[in-house]
């Protein structure tokens, strides 16, 4: 039997349209606009795409979008500065820095000297510390994502085992966070990991976020098991032939060898169109979310963790 492909693409179709209807009624009821900062510096490709769906996604949900774009040779003080400006900005409720930074930012920093409550990315070690001891906070995109999804699909995660592939800041340890906090028993699983196959075919619940092509092959996946791939790798597809200019055309594929892994799971998330537009939908639900805090509402339904 081959595995439930999980749509990722349905299913932040549906939390923007939460997110939608949530936005509508703060500005009928409350005339409350809820409104997104996005910060870009230098013009990486790939982040310029991001930033542009972010603002656009913003702007179709019924808030307000402020794109700050900053050249590459920005300095630290003035890249502060502005942020400053958006922390004391009543009328922007979430703000997001696009990394990766220029070499010569200080990620750390600039991350930390954004307002908490506005932390929509949860990257603040405030808010890394406020999920750490479950306390109320910003959670960051994926992660939230990912959790969703599998709720979705689960219902209750109490008692499964769950193995996250990957340490990051951004998806391994946050993911870990939130399925212990759902009760499950967590093991984060990273390159230096001793038998890590045998460690992956052990979880109900398999996170493959290592940013390694199809490193998770079928034969890690315990039969049944319910995969999320946060992978987005682009690699040469010989077999799709080549571009007018001769160079080798490309495609995307996660962490998670797609065709092996569904044959062996119960439940599959496909790259693309699974983790990756849940992320921006998170994002969105999570500027909902600052704003009902700022203005003392209860938290929309639905989309917090
Ligand atoms: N770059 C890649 N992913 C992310 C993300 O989730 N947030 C931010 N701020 N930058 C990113």
């Given at each position: 039997m081959t595995a439930q492909i999980i749509d990722g693409k349905a299913f932040a179709a549906t939390v923007r349209e939460k997110v939608a209807a949530h936005v509508a009624r703060l500005k009928e009821v409350h005339g409350i606009t809820p409104g997104l900062a996005v910060v870009l510096v230098g013009e990486d490709p790939a982040s310029q795409v991001y930033v542009r769906n972010k603002g656009k996604q913003t702007v179709e949900c019924g808030m307000n979008s402020y794109e700050h774009k900053l050249p590459a040779e920005t300095s630290e003080a003035d890249l502060l500065a502005l942020i400053e400006q958006l922390n004391a900005d009543p009328e922007v409720h979430g703000i997001l820095v696009q990394l990766p930074l220029p070499a010569h930012l200080d990620s750390d920093l600039v991350i930390n000297a954004i307002a908490p409550?506005?932390?929509?990315?949860?990257?603040?070690?405030?808010?890394?510390?406020?999920?750490?001891?479950?306390?109320?906070?910003?959670?960051?995109?994926?992660?939230?994502?990912?959790?969703?999804?599998?709720?979705?699909?689960?219902?209750?995660?109490?008692?499964?085992?769950?193995?996250?592939?990957?340490?990051?800041?951004?998806?391994?340890?946050?993911?870990?966070?939130?399925?212990?906090?759902?009760?499950?028993?967590?093991?984060?699983?990273?390159?230096?990991?001793?038998?890590?196959?045998?460690?992956?075919?052990?979880?109900?619940?398999?996170?493959?976020?290592?940013?390694?092509?199809?490193?998770?092959?079928?034969?890690?996946?315990?039969?049944?098991?319910?995969?999320?791939?946060?992978g987005i790798n682009r690699i040469d597809a010989p077999e799709k032939g080549l571009r007018e200019d001769g160079?080798?055309?490309?495609?995307?594929?996660?962490?998670?060898?797609?065709?092996?892994?569904?044959?062996?799971?119960?439940?599959?998330?496909?790259?693309?169109?699974?983790?990756?537009?849940?992320?921006?939908?998170?994002?969105?639900a999570n500027t909902v979310t600052a704003a009902c805090r700022a203005n003392g509402l209860p938290e929309p339904e639905g989309l917090t963790a």
């Open positions: 409550e506005k932390d929509v990315d949860g990257f603040h070690i405030s808010n890394v510390g406020l999920l750490a001891t479950g306390q109320k906070s910003m959670v960051p995109c994926t992660p939230l994502g990912c959790l969703m999804m599998l709720r979705d699909h689960l219902g209750s995660l109490s008692g499964l085992n769950a193995v996250v592939v990957g340490r990051s800041n951004i998806v391994g340890k946050p993911m870990a966070q939130l399925l212990l906090r759902d009760s499950c028993t967590v093991t984060i699983a990273h390159s230096r990991t001793k038998d890590i196959e045998e460690v992956c075919r052990r979880a109900d619940i398999l996170v493959a976020a290592v940013g390694r092509p199809e490193m998770v092959t079928g034969d890690w996946v315990k039969p049944g098991a319910t995969v999320i791939d946060v160079s080798v055309k490309t495609k995307l594929v996660g962490d998670v060898e797609f065709a092996s892994a569904k044959e062996v799971a119960g439940a599959i998330t496909p790259v693309p169109g699974g983790v990756g537009p849940m992320t921006i939908a998170c994002l969105l």
